[in-house]
């Protein structure tokens, strides 16, 4: 199993650029999510997903979208990045159960907004 | 108000030698608490997972315990090594387990 992967690893906008973050997962996860991760600070939950078809909002939303239209992807798009967008992004999935599951984190995407 | 607060923020200890992490929570109603280690440039790995009913865990060389009553947790390392170095943190989960509270982190360097 590849895990939870993520692309790219780097990435460098101009404000107001549009960019898409992949995020796949290979273990047949009903849970995925998107978390930011900035110095000093605990990890942000930006939206987060159950199953297919169905996403909703974390503690940060604001300037991101997301879709899940399979299991396996759920990519987060950033409409028109601005400098306070510039942070780390981790995506994350787990399994859904009535007990807590591990949760699987990517690689994580650094993004700079000039 | 961060609900997941943790200390020391850094550390720095020879290898060898054993180290405590904390963990203070004020997220209510408590569903679990979680320990991840995350490297540099890396993505956090789960080391233990602990419900309200658990007051101890181990993960080879990390043990971590809970105290639900006062609302505290630790992670303390046995016999540190240089992989080791990397930031601990410290998640909490509400019983709408979607909720999931991240601490900052320690930062912990070992020396030779």
């Known amino acids: 199993n590849a895990g939870v992967t993520q692309t790219p690893k780097f990435q460098v906008l101009k404000t107001g650029q549009s960019m898409t973050l992949q995020c796949a997962q290979d273990?047949?996860?009903?849970?995925m999510s998107w978390y930011r991760q900035d110095p000093g600070m605990g990890l942000r939950l930006i939206h987060y997903s159950v199953g297919a078809g169905i996403t909703d909002q974390g503690e940060v939303p604001n300037g991101y979208n997301v879709s899940r239209s399979t299991t396996e992807d759920f990519p987060l798009r950033l409409l028109s990045a601005a400098p306070s967008q510039t942070s780390v992004y981790f995506c994350a999935s787990r399994v859904l159960a009535g007990v807590p599951e591990t949760q699987y984190f990517g690689p994580g995407t650094r993004l700079l907004v000039l | 108000k961060n609900q997941v607060e943790q200390s020391p923020q850094s550390l720095i200890i020879l290898e060898g030698k054993n180290c405590t992490l904390q963990c203070n929570y004020t997220v209510s109603p408590f569903s679990n608490l979680r320990w991840y280690k995350q490297d540099t440039g890396r993505g956090p790995v789960s080391l233990t997972i602990?419900?309200?009913?658990?007051n101890t865990k181990s993960n080879g060389r990390y043990t971590a315990t809970l105290d639900a009553d006062t609302k505290q947790s630790s992670l303390h390392i046995t016999a540190s090594q240089l992989s080791d170095s990397a930031s601990y943190i410290c998640v909490v989960s509400s019983y709408n387990n979607n909720d999931m509270r991240f601490g900052a982190g320690t930062r912990l360097t070992v020396k030779p």
């Open positions: 273990m047949n996860h009903e849970y």
């Open positions: 602990m419900t309200f009913s658990e």
